[in-house]
């Protein structure tokens, strides 16, 4: 399966249904979403399992069992639905049209997008309503320039975790591999953050994305740093600043791509932001880049995530042929 001539097809295949079709309201308002039958279950397993009125130790444990209860489930769906679409006509058309649920190119492309939009064509206040829809930061505390590095910011990380490692375990793995990688992403977002509630349950998923992300997060900065081009800027300069500045950042997985884009576009990205009540201070990636960001850094952003959703394609082709 690993990396395998039968199963890069689909994943192309997938890819290429993803940035035309995305994931279409009509459908999703009518059957769940695959990640909320995996957020359904979690809060199911996070009510029954995590008692704050229990040590430390007892609550990792059971984060651990609701961590492997959820991947059970999700192993088992993925493997159950790839054996029924590999017994049909055109199965890699099949699997692949199934993957394509799983990733978010074009979803991510569309939300930035109109966070973008509402900027440059209706001001902050229309903005900070749609970037509320994709960070978790207090949006009105955002003046023009923090509201758009938040759009950037999220536009690299989660071209990492939500294009880049499912493909990349999608290759791997097949279907399970992608709906595993889900799964795990899913807890993390969910239960894997420092708050007394969840630092201990949720110990298990933030370490297991952490490990799950460590290849696709240095493949998507270096896609990024190469499609930096598309811009008029330069790669080597990009990788440059990836290298040097992404281990400043809190996440030893974000910080790759971010960073990436940060020495890009010629920004500085991260630095000091509030969640809630909550500051976080945290350096500058790329700290000489230009601070006054605005729509137009938005739309260069995007310009780059599509080039590189593009070159990863070029990727997943090139070792389809290469195996075939």
């Known amino acids: 399966m690993i990396f395998s001539g039968e199963i890069l097809p689909a994943v192309l295949i997938a890819i290429i249904a993803d940035a035309i079709i995305g994931d279409p309201d009509r459908i999703w308002r009518r059957w769940p979403h695959p ?15 995590n008692d704050e009125s229990e040590g ?23 493997v159950l639905l790839q054996d029924l679409l590999s017994q049909l006509s055109f199965a890699p058309l099949w699997i692949g049209l199934a993957g394509s649920i799983l990733l978010a ?3 991510l492309y569309d939300h930035v997008a109109r966070v973008r939009d509402a900027l440059a064509q209706h001001g902050l206040a229309a903005a900070r309503r749609e970037i509320a829809m994709v960070v978790g930061r207090d949006p009105e505390s ?49 239960i894997g953050h420092r708050s007394p509630r969840y630092e201990a349950f949720g110990w298990a998923a933030a370490r297991l994305d952490d490990l799950v992300n460590l290849v696709p997060a240095r493949l998507a900065g270096f896609l990024i740093a190469l499609a930096v081009a598309v811009v008029g800027k330069n790669p080597v300069s990009a990788a440059a600043i990836m290298l040097r500045d992404a281990r400043l950042h809190r996440s030893p997985n974000a910080g790759w791509p971010e960073a990436a884009m940060a020495g890009g576009l010629g920004i500085a990205l991260a630095g000091p932001r509030r969640y809630g009540a909550r500051v976080v201070e945290d350096p ?20 780059v995530m599509a080039a590189a959703c593009a070159l990863e394609a070029l990727l997943v082709a090139l070792l389809a042929l290469a195996l075939a």
Do not use: H
Request: proline residues 3%.
């Open 142 to 190: 955002l003046d023009e320039a923090a509201l758009s590095r938040a759009a950037i910011e999220t536009t690299a990380e989660n071209f990492s975790d939500g294009v880049v490692a499912p493909v990349f375990w999608f290759c791997l793995l097949g279907l399970p591999g992608l709906v595993l990688y889900k799964a795990i992403n899913t807890a993390d977002s969910m």
């Open 284 to 303: 500058f990636l790329n700290p000489s880049g230009r601070r006054d960001i605005g729509a137009e850094d938005i739309d260069r952003a995007l310009k």
């Open 35 to 49: 990640v909320v039958w995996f957020g359904a279950l979690l809060r199911r397993l996070d009510g029954r399992l």
């Open 105 to 107: 190119q074009r979803s």
């Open 56 to 78: 430390f130790a007892m609550r990792r444990a059971k984060g651990v069992l609701a961590l492997v209860l959820l991947l059970g489930v999700a192993a088992l769906g993925g």
